[in-house]
Every structure is written in C-alpha cells, then in structure tokens.
C-alpha cells in the first residue's frame, strides 16, 4: 500500500483528510502517532509536530497540510469523486470556501481544545472569548449563505465540505449547540453528519469521545 496517513482518530484535521479517502475510496494505512514506534517516526518527518501528515512510498514524496493532502490526492489519486473541480472558476470557490472554514470556524474552535489542555492558572479566558465571536461572525455568515444551497460550493460535494465537517461538529460541540440560532448551518452539519464518509471518521473518533466529554460548552 502506497499511502501512509500519519493520525489520530480525534483530531479534527485528520477528519477531513479522511473524508476525502472516504469519498474517493482510496486504500491508505492509517499510523497512529498515539503509537510510540509511529511518534517516533511522525516526528522526524514533522518537526513543528502538526498532523495529519501524508507519505507517499511509492513516490517518496512527504505531504503536510490536510488542504493540501486532499489536493495531492485529487491530483494523483482521483479515486471515484474529484473534490476539485476541473473548471478554474469553480475550483477557486472550493478552495475560497476551505479557506473560510479552515481559518474562521476550523482555527477559532480549536481554541477551544487548546485552552482546556492548559495548566490551572494559565487559562486564557480573553482569547477563548474572542475565538467564539469570530467562529459565531463566520457561522453567521455561512448560515445566510446555505439557506439555498445543499453543500458549501453548490450542487456537488467538495473539499470544502471535508474542511466544514469537523469545523461545524466540533464547534456545534465546544460553542454550541447552535440548532435555534444558526438553523441553515446546523441542517447543513446533519447533511455533512450523514454523510457516509463523514460517518465512518465519526465511528473511528468514538472510543476517544470521553477525552473531551467532560469539557463544557463556552457560552
């Protein structure tokens, strides 16, 4: 097997490369860096220690970065669905909306993990508080933009909906629940949670959902 996906089951960014496998249906292994051998391994091809990260054997090539991952993947790998349209124009609002969700739903919920693995005495109530209002801005924003349309881009499923995925879920999770408020969005994370390929990432995170089931929501 040519690709390696170096991940943890929980981490947000590692779902939305494993969308997009799932989607495609591309046969990869996946090697958790919670595995001491693996760790070892991961670290010496990332030293900033961010995941997920993908290898190549058969090329040699070392992919970082979950949107560029999923490109070297519709671009070698097209598997049974492009996630990139063909078409320039097309192509450029897929990757305006990854950007969108990764930079002002994605960064600001993950403040949220980051400052419940501080120390007591080291929380930082301010930046937590500014991460929610920007994740409650963007989600603003997205809910006027799904009230007429099935997925982030249109018609078809896209990168950018595995960018959404985690975003929403998890941010439904932390700065949440946002059903009454923000009611396009939160039909739209039903569509992406029932989403087969979105489902099975679910499924695999789920012996690791009690690590954040004692965190309470910022209201």
């Given at each position: 097997?040519?690709?390696?996906?170096?991940?943890?089951?929980?981490?947000?960014?590692?779902?939305?490369?494993?969308?997009?496998?799932?989607?495609?249906?591309?046969?990869?292994?996946?090697?958790?860096?919670?595995?001491?051998?693996?760790?070892?391994?991961?670290?010496?091809?990332?030293?900033?220690?961010?995941?997920?990260?993908?290898?190549d054997t058969?090329?040699?090539?070392?992919?970082?970065?979950?949107?560029?991952?999923i490109e070297?993947?519709?671009?070698?790998?097209?598997?049974?669905?492009?996630?990139?349209?063909?078409?320039?124009?097309?192509?450029?609002?897929?990757?305006?909306?990854?950007?969108?969700?990764?930079?002002?739903?994605?960064?600001p919920m993950?403040?949220?993990?980051?400052?419940?693995?501080?120390?007591?005495?080291?929380?930082?109530?301010?930046?937590?508080?500014?991460?929610?209002?920007?994740?409650?801005?963007?989600?603003?924003?997205?809910?006027?933009?799904?009230?007429?349309?099935?997925?982030?881009?249109?018609?078809?499923?896209?990168?950018?909906?595995?960018?959404?995925?985690?975003?929403?879920?998890?941010?439904?999770?932390?700065?949440?629940?946002?059903?009454?408020?923000?009611?396009?969005?939160?039909?739209?994370?039903?569509?992406?949670?029932?989403?087969?390929?979105?489902?099975?990432?679910?499924?695999?995170?789920?012996?690791?959902?009690?690590?954040?089931?004692?965190?309470?929501?910022?209201?």
């Amino acid at each position: 097997m040519s690709l390696e996906l170096f991940l943890h089951p929980l981490s947000s960014y590692c779902h939305k490369v494993l969308i997009a496998f799932y989607e495609k249906d591309i046969p990869f292994q996946p090697l958790r860096i919670d595995d001491p051998a693996v760790a070892r391994e991961y670290e010496t091809l990332s030293p900033l220690k961010r995941f997920p990260i993908l290898r190549d054997t058969d090329s040699g090539r070392v992919v970082p970065e979950s949107t560029i991952i999923i490109e070297y993947l519709d671009t070698h790998f097209p598997g049974r669905v492009k996630l990139i349209p063909d078409d320039p124009e097309s192509a450029l609002q897929v990757r305006l909306r990854d950007r969108f969700f990764d930079n002002y739903l994605h960064t600001p919920m993950q403040k949220f993990p980051d400052d419940q693995l501080r120390p007591e005495g080291q929380k930082d109530t301010y930046g937590l508080q500014k991460a929610r209002a920007l994740f409650v801005k963007a989600l603003t924003l997205l809910d006027a933009e799904m009230a007429d349309r099935p997925w982030a881009a249109g018609e078809s499923f896209t990168m950018a909906d595995c960018a959404a995925a985690p975003a929403l879920s998890f941010g439904n999770r932390f700065f949440g629940p946002f059903r009454d408020t923000h009611p396009n969005a939160f039909a739209y994370l039903e569509r992406l949670m029932a989403r087969p390929s979105y489902a099975r990432a679910l499924g695999e995170a789920e012996p690791f959902l009690h690590l954040i089931s004692d965190w309470q929501p910022v209201s």
